[in-house]
């Protein structure tokens, strides 16, 4: 079984999340899978013209920016 693009994305999220939910020393690292997911999600929503999945995950994105500065600077 290959994944796609969008598989890679949803793993990339539900780890992040279940990372953050645990609330444990590398928790914060969480914020990076997401920023990955997002990432992938974009390129995802950019190959099927779903634009507004696109411009969604942009939007995280700069969230997941903002969480990752606020955590290790």
Do not use: Q
Request: glycine share 6%; aromatic share 22%; charged share 10%.
């Amino acid at each position: 079984m290959k994944l796609n693009i969008a598989d890679w994305g949803t793993i990339f999220g539900v780890v992040a999340a279940i990372l953050l939910a645990l609330n444990i020393t590398i928790s914060p690292y969480s914020f990076i899978l997401f920023g990955v997911s997002s990432i992938l999600w974009c390129i995802y929503g950019y190959r099927i013209h779903e634009y507004s999945l696109m411009w969604m995950n942009v939007v995280y994105f700069v969230i997941d920016i903002v969480a990752i500065y606020r955590w290790f600077f």
